[in-house]
């Protein structure tokens, strides 16, 4: 869609918003972003998941922000399609860098990760409720057919026999402990790096793009987080909301993993499966649910 700067004016102008304003870095590829000093304008592209998401945030983010959850201010939401043919919403602008484009040390990433645990864990147990009468939040949840999902790999010789036995065997110890004492939450469902602001110095100034949210298990808003940001985020959250997640996290983690890698895979072809890294992190979980036992 084409956005010639009278257009983008006309958005602003017509919520009252005036002033220079200049386009921003998109960290995905389903919104175009213009800025000014205090406002951001989300305009959908093209991309399929474009329309969806605007409108699965305007009703999730203002939840996640009446609940005390670090997010930016929802300004407006225009989908009366006047001026573009495509609804489009004006944030509050927050001030801060993309903690996927920062070079923080380790220590001050970590401080990042664990505060965006203590985020997660006031969104978990603090919204009870989201009125949706037009039906637009997401339905977090993964195919838990894992099986399927490595056998058609090796079919298509993406991922060799050996290795998919190894999967296997890990997946078959880990799956007695994924569907046990889950309390549905209402989770983001797209927590990683790029959704993550914060300061130079460390701090979680705002977690950004609900356009995946709605009801799901919480141990979804951990899954595509790095794998050195998971434990720090883990005694964040525990420090906020102990036990909330439930029996054995991380073996729901994993597992959601390890679905999330498969499905890369086969979707981006010459893409394959970091098996030491995912083994390693299965591993982890099972070492967690026999130390427990």
């Given at each position: 869609?084409d956005l010639?700067p009278?257009?983008?004016e006309?958005?602003f102008?017509?919520h009252?918003?005036?002033g220079?304003?200049e386009?921003l ?5 389903a919104?175009r972003?213009f800025?000014?000093?205090?406002v951001?304008?989300?305009v959908?592209?093209d991309?399929p998941?474009g ?7 305007s009703?999730?983010?203002p939840?996640?922000?009446a ?17 573009v043919n ?10 801060g ?8 040390p380790?220590s001050s990433?970590?401080r990042?990760?664990?505060g965006?645990?203590?985020?997660l864990a006031?969104?978990h147990?603090r ?19 894992v099986?399927?999902a490595?056998r ?13 036995d190894q999967l ?30 914060c300061?130079?110095e460390?701090e979680v100034l705002?977690?950004?793009?609900w356009?995946d949210?709605?009801?799901?298990d919480?141990?979804l ?21 102990p036990?909330s ?7 729901r983690i994993?597992?959601n993993?390890?679905i ?8 981006t072809?010459?893409?394959?499966v ?12 099972l ?7």
């Amino acid at each position: 869609m084409d956005l010639d700067p009278e257009l983008i004016e006309a958005m602003f102008a017509k919520h009252g918003v005036s002033g220079p304003w200049e386009s921003l870095t998109s960290t995905g590829v389903a919104n175009r972003i213009f800025g000014t000093e205090d406002v951001v304008l989300r305009v959908a592209t093209d991309h399929p998941d474009g329309l969806v998401d605007a409108r699965t945030e305007s009703v999730a983010a203002p939840v996640a922000r009446a609940a005390g959850v670090l997010t930016p201010r929802l300004l407006a939401f225009d989908d009366t399609r006047t001026l573009v043919n495509r609804p489009f919403p004006l944030w509050e602008r927050v001030h801060g860098e993309t903690l996927g484009s920062t070079r923080l040390p380790p220590s001050s990433l970590a401080r990042v990760w664990q505060g965006v645990g203590r985020e997660l864990a006031k969104l978990h147990v603090r919204v009870s409720d989201c009125a949706d009468p037009q039906r637009y939040l997401d339905d977090p949840a993964r195919d838990q057919d894992v099986n399927a999902a490595i056998r058609r790999l090796v079919e298509a010789k993406r991922l060799d026999t050996l290795a998919a036995d190894q999967l296997r065997r890990l997946v078959e110890e880990l799956r007695p402990h994924i569907a046990t004492g889950i309390q549905t939450r209402f989770i983001h469902d797209d927590i990683h790096p790029m959704n993550v602001m914060c300061s130079s110095e460390g701090e979680v100034l705002a977690i950004i793009d609900w356009g995946d949210a709605g009801w799901g298990d919480p141990t979804l808003d951990f899954v595509a987080m790095p794998d050195a940001a998971i434990r720090p985020a883990l005694e964040g959250y525990e420090a906020v909301a102990p036990g909330s997640l439930g029996e054995f996290p991380r073996a729901r983690i994993a597992w959601n993993r390890l679905i999330d890698a498969l499905e890369d895979c086969w979707e981006t072809p010459g893409q394959s499966v970091d098996l030491a890294a995912t083994r390693a992190f299965l591993r982890s979980a099972l070492i967690q649910i026999r130390s427990a036992g």
